[in-house]
């Protein structure tokens, strides 16, 4: 089918006057949409849930939640009253105060939620932690933060090395049956208990909201503060990227242990007071397509290797379902590739439009909007109000096609405000001109779509989710049998890239299969299993700079079968 053949979507928010809002736009008419730009009164979680449980959309359902135990739904209101619940507890028994950092370590279910919202309230700041993180992950995390109170379950605490972060003054689980014991809690009991009224911690607009790790190239993970202000793009990107309307069921399908499962799992669907729709569970093809139907989901967000694999699973499957509720496919995350789009075409008779953005924007920056002709293989055009370029390594602007740093002009609302404890950390992404440099590379043609082209680092992207390399070499020297160690990213056909490790044994250790295996489950059980090497390949010895740093890039080029490029800084 061709593209053409396709209707594109009409709507409230359509641009179709791209180019002239473009030009236009102003973020101060979005400030008018909240009750702050009239009460002064600022906090997210007030305008993502109490607003609305104050006005008509009282008993609308805001969250239809299903795993494989349980099926419920949530109205604004009960979400008001719960999350005020939530608050109470943390506040009453675990002492939060306004910029504490608050961390919530489960998987999902309706209760994270509350927890999270409820958090917000009292004014603290959330740290969402990705349920299939380890020990060594969750320590990164909490030590750096300085974590006061964490919220998880009986299951995950074991991974949670208590004794070894003096600053969590509290830990509240969720679950039936809690043995409460000096500064555990049972916070599904005291939830209950709750009182349903608490008085919102009002804050102001750069005052933090959320902390999100996230990898670089180097280094242990950072953590990424988002402020409130944030909500102003979470909720006019809902707007004009989601397309979110009055009627519309939406799905998400990311972890709030990512951004995309916040900024759109969360504040941007209810910030517009939309109908959220969160499946809890792991990934089964016919169970996607089973929620889509039964729920009639409208506005379905997901991410490129979701759709390989769905892909993969056949398109008998498909037809299996009505899907015909379906009115607005999106992509974040990875390149989409345009065999991708040609297949949902097929099998959706939508297109999926893909979007640009990372955990340090906060929210979409570059995006094909509903209303707009998509470019398969675009990423699309900037959002109006923001300024993204090409830039050469010095900060100046690039003509049309030519090749370089994908950058934003400073001071977009939902841009990050620093990195936790490490404020130099913060101005490295910076460049002369006021250019944030994304690291990725891109390039833009003449009609102003941008079109990806790679990292500039050695950041790992393998389904969707952002590995270090740093972090898990530094995994596998703790090993007894490795000497030395150096990760890559491999291309892969449905998930983007696998992890794949080049790794010198120490003497007296022989390469087997079994040592593979235990090498696997050791960044595995060390880690997170997206961390752990599909791959691992045995080398006497690995390309080294004269001051010690592995050259991932030679291994990239043995790898590829690429010319290695200048070696002039590598050991004899
Ligand atoms: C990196 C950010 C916030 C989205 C979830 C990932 C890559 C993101 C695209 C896209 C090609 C993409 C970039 C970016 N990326 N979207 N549409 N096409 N690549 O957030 O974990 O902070 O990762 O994801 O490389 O820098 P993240």
């Given at each position: ?388 370029a090409?830039v050469d390594d010095q900060g100046n602007e690039l ?5 370089g ?26 460049m002369p001109g006021?250019w ?137």
């Amino acid at each position: 089918m061709k593209l053409e053949a396709l209707p594109v979507i009409k709507g409230e928010y359509n641009l179709q006057n791209y180019d002239e809002k473009y030009k236009q736009f102003d973020w101060v008419e979005t400030e008018k949409e909240f009750s702050w730009s009239k009460t002064g009164k600022i906090n997210l979680a007030y305008e993502a849930i109490d607003r609305h449980a104050e006005s008509d959309r009282k008993d609308k359902a805001a969250l239809l939640y299903k795993d494989d135990n349980r099926d419920e739904t949530y109205t604004f209101d009960e979400m008001k009253n719960l999350s005020n619940q939530a608050a109470n507890v943390l506040k009453n028994f675990g002492e939060v105060e306004k910029g504490d950092r608050v961390f919530i370590f489960m998987p999902r279910s309706p209760e994270l939620y509350m927890a999270l919202l409820g958090t917000i309230k009292t004014g603290a700041i959330v740290g969402p932690l990705f349920e299939a993180f380890m020990e060594g992950a969750v320590r990164d995390r909490l030590e750096d933060s300085g974590a006061k109170v964490l919220i998880t379950t009986p299951e995950l605490l074991p991974r949670v090395p208590v004794s070894d972060l003096p600053e969590l003054k509290h830990i509240f689980l969720v679950g039936d049956n809690i043995e409460e014991k000096d500064n555990l809690h049972d916070f599904s009991a005291k939830l209950k208990q709750a009182d349903t009224a608490f008085s919102i911690e009002w804050v102001n607009r750069e005052d933090g909201l959320i902390l999100h790790y996230t990898s670089g190239s180097t280094g242990k993970p950072k953590g990424v503060l988002h402020v409130h202000n944030a909500m102003i793009q979470h909720y006019q990107s809902a707007k004009w990227v989601l397309d979110l309307k009055e009627n519309d069921i939406y799905w998400c399908t990311a972890d709030p242990g990512w951004v995309t499962g916040t900024s759109y799992g969360i504040f941007g669907p209810w910030l517009t007071g939309t109908t959220n729709v969160i499946v809890g569970g792991r990934f089964k093809p016919e169970s996607w397509y089973k929620t889509i139907q039964d729920y009639g989901v409208t506005v379905w967000y997901s991410a490129p290797t979701a759709f390989r694999m769905l892909m993969g699973a056949g398109d008998e499957i498909v037809e299996k379902y009505n899907l015909s509720s379906l009115r607005h496919v999106l992509s974040v995350g990875e390149p989409l590739n345009p065999e991708v789009v040609r297949w949902g075409m097929k099998v959706f008779n939508k297109r999926i439009h893909d979007n640009w953005w990372m955990t340090e924007t906060g929210a979409q920056i570059i995006s094909n909007y509903a209303c707009m002709e998509i470019k398969p293989g675009s990423m699309g055009k900037p959002l109006p109000g923001i300024v993204a370029a090409i830039v050469d390594d010095q900060g100046n602007e690039l003509p049309p096609h030519r090749m370089g740093n994908l950058a934003i002009k400073k001071g977009w609302p939902s841009m990050m405000h620093t990195i936790w404890n490490n404020q130099a950390k913060y101005e490295s992404y910076f460049m002369p001109g006021g250019w944030y440099v994304s690291g990725d590379s891109a390039y833009m043609d003449e009609e102003g779509y941008f079109w990806f082209q790679g990292r500039v680092d050695d950041v790992i992207m393998t389904s969707g989710e952002r590995v270090g390399p740093f972090e898990v070499e530094s995994k596998l020297v703790e090993h007894p049998a490795i000497a030395e160690a150096g990760v890559i990213g491999k291309p892969d056909p449905v998930r983007g890239e696998i992890i794949k490790a080049f790794i010198a044994l120490r003497d007296g250790y022989e390469p087997t299969e079994e040592l593979i295996e235990e090498i696997r489950q050791f960044v595995k059980q060390g880690l997170a299993a997206h961390a752990a090497p599909r791959e691992i390949e045995f080398r006497d010895k690995l390309p080294k700079t004269r001051s010690g740093k592995i050259m991932r890039r030679v291994l990239k080029a043995w790898e590829l079968d690429l010319p290695t490029g200048d070696l002039s800084t590598m050991e004899d």
